[in-house]
């Protein structure tokens, strides 16, 4: 090995500096790939199918990022610069493999090795599981975050979970959801590295025991705690032909081994084997974002664990280098939290300074409100976090203290702001009191940080003058927003092969690291050839995402078919009920001979309803029966399509994206905090039909009114009408929507199952409807109309496809990562 390769340190260790680097070479690649599959894994048949070869090709791939990997570590902890700490209980990665090859540009040189064997790589991609840690729009964020941090070498470190058991998955029988496990580990992870020696212990439970020390000085401490290790499982993420890779660092849960032995000589062999159990539980299942999962103890288990082993490792960096000196850190570190999730952080991080570094209270409060940062990710009140203080206090007893105290101070100094505002007071307080209290992790989270951002300006809006009024009020400095994005390099270069060939046959590649440059499509946008080429790209997208539906429906879609597209989680607030309503009326004017000037449509729902979620699950039975009397009916045959894909997830999106014509964003105005699938289809160049909600405004701001079709109340219109809301007036005053209304009452799209049509009746009908499906339906029905009208005027179409592509730009996650880093993170690049 060369010496520059090496260095000694001060524990006569000799550190490596770089690993010795492998050649990027299609012979070199190959030759490792052999070596893997047949020495390491012990293999000997190379064929299509085996699950061997994508490993051994991840092996071989993993080796040439791991140079890159130690150097980007080597060349942020040697240049002693400012962090970021993105602490998210959900990372929704998807696949790893493409997007690796093409970051590293070996796609071609690995397609070229495997050709040895008769395997193409496609089928390799598809042989990876996907990592499928998060439940939506959440964590798939953070994952783009992940890559566009790297591309733009950001020093950001991503902290998750390693759950046993992803987000579950969804299979339809009988047109009802049934959730299986999904055991993604069972054929191992090939890229993690599992880091033992960077353990943690997360302590759970005690009391709190005084006593004196050395001086004879009261001290507290706490005993009879319940230990857990905190094992750190290491992900690499590597930036797009930038030498940069960074690491997601994942938590798995393991009982230590004092815990059991402390229980075994208490006597009790099955006690000690439970107590490991119950340890190990804490990583061993994704929570599905679900009301009824709200306030269980082992969703906080799992939170207060990210946050103390994610700060613990951080600290740990900082004190072996520091020692117990704080000065400086809050100027070299920040933590941005992923909604109120890991917003245990802010007191834990309180105990960490004070227990157990020395830091007095208000040293470590100043630089506690200083390092944490706050993303916002939701609008409705009923979803913002609250945990029992009862549960806390048994669980996390000095954390519950620590929050008492950080509250105090608090109220102190809202008191002063308005003295005498009692009301405002009790409003504001950490603390809701009543017979159950309850603390409000939200306001916790805001009190415990400098920034808070919402993730679309109207969502920010509306959380300055709504949600979060009287904190806005009294620090409008820390309000703002950052608007979210996607990654091109997975949302357009990786899962758009035609169109995103030809975009770079066009303009070039620069896109693919500066998506504004697709502003040069602009031009083209009314070339006949190019618009012949645009509507050829979008055609082996839609034939792809046929062949998929017929493989997991049996239903046969055409191509030349209108696709409209609305996949996102099931829940009321999206109004996938509206989308299916409006099937309904399509259905209904074929029955009555009225829509012979209207295109071929396939409607395509896809999503997961969480397993406690009531009526989200009735919703996709809704969909599902309606789908079965629709395509079963001659009349609609090769006119509409109704199909509800199962199993919607990362890998499922990057078919459906590329294939969609008009992507369905039509959720009640005020209730989308942003929406993401919202920009991977504009992306893809569908036209949007939408409300004016979340960043639909902005992409339609963007795109130009004439590119857009916007429909529905907005926000403010909204609250007027709630007052006086009378939707079985509305469907009285609507002969399309009493048509509707008549076939489902009539029995025509029957569930056979009691009580789901008349729950989904009586949602429609009930003037306190929180999501107004009925005030929208005539608005979304006849901009539907005017959709379908562009749609068969091709070059129209064309054009309108092209220039929402094309202004997509700002809707990459580069931009929203420079916005983050511009004000809130401030971090410089990474030098190699
Ligand atoms: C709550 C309680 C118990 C267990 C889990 C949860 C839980 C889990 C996940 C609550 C919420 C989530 C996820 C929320 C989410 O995905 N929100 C979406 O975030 C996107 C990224 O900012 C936005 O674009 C979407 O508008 C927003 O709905």
């Known amino acids: 090995m060369s010496a520059d390769h090496r260095e000694s340190n001060n524990t006569g260790a000799i550190m490596l500096t770089r690993a010795p680097a492998s050649e990027m070479g299609p012979e070199a690649i190959l030759e490792d790939f052999v070596r893997y599959f047949s020495r390491t894994l012990g293999r000997r048949a190379i064929h299509k199918a085996s699950p061997f070869v994508y490993e051994a090709l991840v092996y ?59 395997v193409d790589l496609a089928s390799v991609f598809e042989s990876e599981h996907d990592a499928g840690l998060g439940n939506g729009g959440l964590g798939r964020l953070a994952a783009c975050f992940l890559d566009s941090c790297a591309t733009l070498s950001l020093p950001v470190i991503g902290y998750g979970i390693r759950y046993e058991y992803g987000m579950f998955r969804q299979r339809i029988d009988d047109g009802h959801q049934i959730e299986e496990p999904d055991p993604w580990l069972r054929a191992g992870f090939p890229w993690e590295i599992e880091r033992y020696e960077l353990a943690q212990t997360v302590t759970f439970g005690g009391r709190k025991e005084v006593y004196a020390d050395e001086h004879g000085n009261e001290q507290t401490r706490w005993v009879d705690t319940r230990p857990v290790l905190a094992v750190p499982f290491d992900v690499p993420i590597p930036g797009y032909r930038n030498g940069i890779v960074n690491t997601l660092r994942l938590w798995s849960a393991k009982a230590t081994d004092e815990f059991n032995l402390h229980e075994f000589n208490a006597g009790s062999y099955t006690q000690a084997v439970a107590a490991k159990n119950d340890a190990e539980n804490i990583t061993m299942v994704l929570y599905p974002n679900d009301a009824s999962e709200s306030g269980k103890g082992l969703r906080l288990r799992q939170q207060y664990f990210l946050a103390s082993a994610s700060l613990q490792d951080s600290l740990r960096q900082w004190t072996e280098r520091h020692g117990d000196h704080f000065e400086h850190f809050a100027a070299k570190n920040c933590y941005q939290l992923n909604d109120t999730h890991p917003a245990i952080a802010v007191p834990e991080l309180m105990r960490l300074l004070v227990d157990e570094h020395g830091l007095d209270w208000d040293d470590a409060w100043v630089i506690t409100r200083r390092v944490m940062a706050y993303t916002n990710h939701t609008l409705l009140p009923e979803a913002l976090e609250c945990w029992s203080v009862e549960m806390m206090s048994q669980m996390l007893p000095r954390i519950m203290e620590i929050v008492y105290e950080i509250n105090a101070g608090f109220l102190a100094e809202v008191e002063q702001c308005w003295p005498g505002d009692l009301e405002r007071v009790g409003r504001m307080s950490l603390i809701q009191e009543g017979d159950h209290p309850v603390v409000r992790m939200a306001y916790l989270a805001i009190v415990g940080s400098f920034s808070v951002n919402g993730v679309a300006e109207l969502h920010s809006r509306l959380l300055r003058e709504g949600l979060f009024r009287d904190f806005a009020e009294l620090w409008p400095e820390k309000f703002n927003n950052k608007t979210n994005g996607v990654t091109q390099r997975r949302w357009l270069a990786a899962c758009n092969p035609a169109l995103s060939g030809l975009v770079t046959d066009r303009i070039g590649d620069a896109w693919v690291t500066d998506l504004e440059r697709l502003r040069e499509l602009e031009p083209l946008a009314d070339d006949a050839d190019f618009q012949q080429r645009w509507r050829t790209a979008k055609l082996a997208g839609k034939r792809r995402l046929a062949a998929l539906v017929e493989s997991r429906t049996g239903i046969a879609l055409h191509a030349d078919m209108l696709f409209d597209v609305q996949v996102k989680r099931i829940h009321e607030y999206k109004r996938q009920l509206l989308n299916c309503l409006h099937a309904i009326h399509l259905y209904d004017r074929i029955k009555r001979g009225e829509a012979a000037d209207s295109p071929p449509r396939a409607i395509i729902v896809g999503g997961k309803a969480a397993p406690g979620y009531f009526m989200a699950k009735n919703i996709i039975k809704f969909i599902n029966e309606t789908a079965r009397v629709i395509n079963a009916d001659p009349d609609t045959e090769g006119r509409l399509r109704l199909v509800f894909v199962p199993d919607y997830n990362v890998s499922t999106m990057e078919v459906i994206c590329p294939a969609a014509d008009l992507s369905a964003q039509i959720s009640t105005a005020g209730k989308e905090a942003s929406g993401t699938g919202n920009m991977k289809f504009m992306m893809n160049g569908a036209v949007t039909i939408g409300t004016f909600d979340g960043a639909n405004i902005e992409i339609r701001e963007a795109v130009g009114d004439e590119n857009f079709f916007l429909f529905g109340l907005t926000v403010e219109e909204i609250e007027v009408l709630r007052q006086s809301y009378d939707p079985e007036g509305i469907i009285r005053g609507d002969p399309g929507l009493l048509r509707v209304m008549e076939r489902l009452e009539h029995g025509d799209f029957n569930c056979v199952e009691a009580g789901i049509m008349e729950a989904i009746l009586h949602a429609i009908k009930n003037p306190h409807d929180p999501w107004m499906t009925a005030a929208d339906f005539r608005s979304f029905v006849d901009t539907q109309r005017r959709a379908e009208l562009a749609y068969l005027d091709l070059p129209r179409w064309t054009r309108m496809s092209i220039l929402n592509t094309a202004a997509s730009g700002r809707f990459s996650t580069d931009r929203t990562m420079r916005d983050y880093n511009r004000e809130i993170w401030q971090l410089d690049p990474v030098e190699l």
């Open 60 to 118: 071989a791939v993993r080796d040439r990022l791991m140079d890159r990997w130690i150097q980007s570590t080597v060349a942020v902890e040697r240049s002693y610069q400012r962090r970021v700490h993105y602490l998210s209980l959900e990372f929704l990665m998807g696949r790893l493999l493409k997007n690796a090859l093409l970051n590293l540009d070996v796609e071609d040189k690995s397609e070229a090795a495997l050709q040895n064997f008769g």
